[in-house]
């Protein structure tokens, strides 16, 4: 069973820093481009950022570039999130999620996200 | 505010057939065959629905089906049935440095 589980979230005062994790299983992991994409509280979804299969490109929301670094480890098969400068605005449930894959003389990236884990909610307060 | 625009609610009784539309612009929508939708019930992941504008994943019902005329996409689910209550995301990739963007989400009741 493909499998996204999250964690690393809680609670931290503004200016403050959190690392999430993201564990993956089920599937060759490092074949799979990942993101992360967050959703405040009754709100909807907002994309974050992306890495690519091997860790060498990644991609930022512009409301956490130069403060938030995605990376993996593909020998752990695990998804990272390094969140630093945090605002209240970062408030949020963080989903990690699994970029598709279309099949066209070879895999390449499919545009959509499948599936995607449980969340892990970041609350930032003082 | 969300860059792709949808209906914050729509309705329907059981048995009937909705639409779900999601308005960008030509930087993302328009420029892209690359719309997916997402379901969501509360306090649960989302999950894919349709990808590719009009793509089902299998084990999605065919009674989801997607579709897209210039900048709007448009989400039909037909034969409504209880366990269709949901919110459903539209998104699509874009031509700008913000790679995805996501609709603000419907809320769909089924009546």
């Known amino acids: 069973e493909v499998q996204l589980v999250e964690s690393g979230g809680g609670l931290v005062q503004p200016g403050g820093s959190l690392r999430l994790s993201c564990a993956a299983s089920?599937?060759?992991?490092?074949?799979?481009?990942m993101h992360w994409v967050r959703q405040a509280p009754g709100k909807g979804l907002v994309w974050v950022s992306r890495?690519?299969?091997?860790?060498?490109?990644?991609s930022y929301a512009d409301s956490v570039k130069g403060r938030f670094t995605i990376s993996r480890d593909n020998a752990k098969n695990t998804l990272y999130l390094q969140m630093n400068s945090l605002r209240a605005e970062d408030t949020a449930l963080y989903y990690c999620?699994?970029?598709?894959?279309?099949?066209?003389?070879?895999?390449?990236?499919?545009?959509?996200?499948?599936?995607w884990g449980q969340g892990t909610l970041v609350t930032v307060s003082s | 505010q969300s860059a792709l625009t949808q209906p914050a609610s729509v309705s329907g009784s059981p048995g009937q057939s909705i639409t779900i539309s999601c308005t960008g612009t030509s930087s993302d929508i328009g420029g892209s065959n690359y719309v997916s939708w997402y379901q969501q019930y509360p306090d649960k992941a989302p999950k894919l629905m349709i990808y590719?504008?009009?793509n089902r994943p299998s084990g999605v019902s065919n009674r989801f089906s997607g579709s897209k005329s210039g900048n709007t996409a448009s989400l039909t689910i037909s034969g409504l049935q209880a366990e269709d209550e949901a919110d459903y995301y539209c998104s699509s990739y874009t031509s700008s440095s913000t790679l995805v963007v996501f609709g603000g989400g419907t809320k769909l009741t089924v009546l």
């Open positions: 890495i690519n299969n091997d860790g060498s490109t990644t």
């Open positions: 999620a699994r970029q598709g894959r279309r099949y066209n003389s070879g895999w390449s990236p499919g545009e959509w996200f499948d599936p």
């Open positions: 089920g599937f060759t992991f490092s074949t799979y481009w």
């Open positions: 590719d504008v009009s």
